[in-house]
């Protein structure tokens, strides 16, 4: 399973982003997606999941600003990004699961500055 992530750049702060990732290969359903971040010289942390029922979790520093969805149909995850803060940049990395296996994406930069 590849997982493939886009849609990072460079935002002022206020403005807005939108990243993907799609999965290729595997064959299975995807139970979980999640979104996590890495800044520098910080540990990779969560930032929202999404699981196959329904439920969404975020992270309490992007509750209400940002929104992970998904679409079954073409194996792919979104997350929205509003209102986004200096401090929301990082390294952003999709992860998924899929058959009790976890893969990762190949993380895509977003950078939030004027």
């Known amino acids: 399973v590849q997982l493939q992530a886009s849609g990072g750049g460079l935002v002022q702060p206020g403005g807005s982003l939108r990243l993907s990732c799609a999965a290729y290969?595997?064959?299975?359903?995807?139970?979980?997606w999640g979104w996590y971040r890495q800044a520098p010289g910080k540990q990779r942390e969560l930032v929202a999941v999404?699981?196959?029922?329904?439920?969404?979790n975020y992270a309490d520093s992007v509750e209400g600003r940002f929104t992970i969805s998904r679409d079954d149909a073409k194996r792919t995850v979104y997350l929205q990004m509003n209102s986004l803060k200096p401090e929301d940049t990082a390294v952003y990395y999709c992860?998924?699961?899929?058959?009790?296996?976890?893969?990762w994406g190949q993380g895509t930069l977003v950078t939030v500055s004027s």
């Open positions: 992860n998924a699961e899929l058959g009790f296996q976890f893969y």
């Open positions: 290969g595997g064959g299975l359903s995807i139970n979980v």
């Open positions: 999404s699981g196959s029922g329904g439920w969404t």
